[in-house]
């Protein structure tokens, strides 16, 4: 529980509480429990409006935020997994597939992190390594050649920083994705659900449209190493984290984030279903809309997408 | 000992005409500096490969007076108004071009290889660490497109600490820019022959630098995505003195060909000529 959650916490233990002994049927505490949910309510607006920078770093990271298979479960039907990048194994910390979002199939892709310590310890915290990437770029290709869009989900630390890792190419696996992406014959729709790392989010996350959860971060480093480098003092992350500009409503601002998928008050962990909802609204409404471009004029509009980022003024 | 004891390291500053030695900042031997300039700052005794300033590595490659530099007057944008405990990015910045008398962290343009008509970027390490802003990559970006432009092949020196923070998530997106360029090199089958020199790291190794047709490397540079700091930190062992070199990433099979500082631009050439370039 982050520090900021604690009010709405207390409330949560309470309102069990008067569940059940409404369940004993000790008394009927609908009207209390009623009124409970509604101030808590109001609470998680309050402070969830008000999130510093460095609080909603704690939020995108937070260990009961849905992860890529919740996602699933709650968007997507006739999921096919497919497996392994037909090179040297099948990284777990990033999956794809077949999915449907209502009538639309596409090809999913998307880090995937645990929620717990054995999950994250087989996913490596979301971590991947040369050849996730690369499974990655064998499910795009296999997108462009069928003619499905391709939505990615973004949720990782940063790739993984392992001697494994590095002899394997992780820098090449991620610059060949970067590379493929920016003229893969196919609508890319990118969403950061959680955490945007830096390389190991960029190496999934080049597309036509890039959305944004709304206490999602993106950063090209961790507020955490930017503080121990810059400010030569870790502890000094909350610091970086507001200097970086690593929130959505930033990102917006500075025109690197194209539309902000809204979270219900005290964000996607509290509510994973009215989260879903408006990812679902937001992801048809952009697929619908990519899907009607001519691939051509796609591309070109890709590469301009990129290239004035950044561009002197 | 003390009149040569106070070199610290290599590079001297040539407008002092005593002088006369250099030392080897890796085996500390003392060279002439005659032949530390003859050898472009490579040690003739254990052939370290001393870091060159964009300048230096262009009178290397491109023939006198051939060369035409795009973009001279890009300087770093500060899209973040980003400051650290230490003071602000535009001052760093501005500190920098007066350290260098680079605008930028690259050097871009186009001239003559053994008259040989080309496109290069280069790459200065004194420049904020070679690290890759938004003017780094619209830099990249306009050399790769001036030889998509005008059926020229690209070369590109690397020297790179990685990522420019203090531009936040415009220094990322630099990486899917100046890959979207070197697509379009690839649409065109024009040639894109990317050096890598001490150090190529982070975000410019995971980009354009990984995505040539022929990737080179300098001896005993350093070549790599994590740092090694925070490798060991996550995997709680010391690494390989060899770890990340050019040659580890050779024996990876990553690097086409680790080649003599002195013998770069013949080997560039001859790359140049069997790709029907003239
Ligand atoms: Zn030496």
Known sequence: MLDFEKDLSVLDQRIDELKQLSEQGEADFSAEIENLAAKQRQIAKRV???????????????????????????????????????????????????????????????????????????????????????????LMKLAEKFSLPVVCFIDTPGAYPGMDAEARGQAEAIANNILEMSTLKTPILVLVTGEGGSGGALGIGVGDTILMMQHAIYSVISPEGCASILWRDG???????????????????????????????????RNDEATAASIRTVLLEHLKRLTRIPVSKLITRRFDKYAKIGQPL | MGWFSKKKKASPDPTKSKDVFVQCSRCH???????????????????????????????????????????????????????????????????????????????????????????????????????????????????TEYAAGHKLPCIIVSASGGARMHEGMVSLMQMAKTCAGVARLRQRNLPLISVMTDPTTGGVSASYAMVGDFHLAEPGALIGFAGRRVIEQTIKQKLPDDFQTAEYLQEHGFIDCIVQRTELKSLLHSLLVYCGCS
């Open chain 1, 235 to 269: 502890n000094r992350a909350s610091d970086a984290a507001a200097a970086l500009k690593l929130t959505a409503a930033s990102l917006m601002e500075l025109r690197l984030v194209d539309e902000i998928v809204p979270e219900p008050p005290g964000g996607a962990h």
């Open chain 2, 29 to 143: 031997a003392h060279i002439f500096l005659e032949e530390w300039k003859e050898q472009v700052k490579v040690c003739p005794r254990c052939n370290f490969h001393d870091r060159l300033s964009a300048r230096e590595r262009l009178d290397l490659l491109i023939d006198a007076g051939s060369f035409h530099e795009l973009g001279k007057d890009i300087r770093p944008g500060d899209p973040l108004l980003f400051a650290d405990a230490r003071g602000s990015y535009a001052e760093k910045a501005e500190a920098a071009r007066a350290k260098t008398g680079m605008n930028e962290a690259v050097l871009a343009g186009h001239g003559r290889l053994n008259k040989l008509h080309t496109a290069i970027a280069i790459m200065d390490f004194r420049f904020l660490g070679g690290s890759l802003g938004g003017s780094t990559g619209e830099k990249i970006l306009m050399t």
């Open chain 1, 48 to 138: 969830y409006a008000d999130l510093t920078p460095w609080q909603t770093v704690q939020v995108a990271r937070h260990p009961q935020r849905p992860v890529l298979r919740d996602w699933i479960g709650l968007l997507f039907s006739d999921f096919i997994e497919l497996h392994g990048d037909r090179c040297f194994g099948d990284d777990a910390a990033i999956i794809g597939g077949f999915a449907t979002l209502e009538n639309r199939r596409l090809m999913l892709i998307g880090h995937q992190k645990g929620k717990n310590v054995d999950e994250n310890m087989e996913r490596n915290f979301g971590m991947a390594r040369p050849e996730g990437y690369r499974k990655a770029l064998r």
